[in-house]
């Protein structure tokens, strides 16, 4: 999985609007919101033969499609399933998508 600093974690997990941002740049591709209302799609795909069970895979982007495909496997099973708690608390599904969103590409929105 990416790893942001506790720091990085701390600092941007609470940018809601930076989030917002990022996530939408990933996923489409574009350095602006969309015009229309834009729908996006989470995949569920197997994960590959040779990777590891036991650890959430980075989701591939597909910005034509405005798709992110997460890879399923145990990881990502167990993740899911303890992602059911009180908004507030951090789940290793959320880390994920965070993780993956400010990773691809620059930090910054402005990239």
């Known amino acids: 999985m990416l790893a942001l600093s506790a720091e990085e974690w ?6 809601t609007l930076l989030r917002c941002l990022r996530f939408s740049k990933v996923v489409t591709g574009l350095d602006c919101l969309p015009i229309r209302p834009a729908s996006y799609t989470l995949k569920l795909s197997d994960a590959p033969v040779d990777s590891q069970q036991n650890q959430l895979l980075v989701p591939y982007i597909h910005t034509c499609f405005n798709q992110i495909e ?10 899911i399933e303890e992602a059911d708690v009180s908004l ?9 998508i965070h993780e993956a969103v400010f990773d691809l590409g620059s930090k910054s929105f402005n990239a």
């Open 88 to 96: 507030g608390f951090d789940t290793a599904f959320d880390k994920l």
């Open 70 to 79: 997460l890879f399923l496997n145990d990881a990502l099973i167990r993740a």
């Open 10 to 15: 701390d600092t941007l997990k609470s940018d």
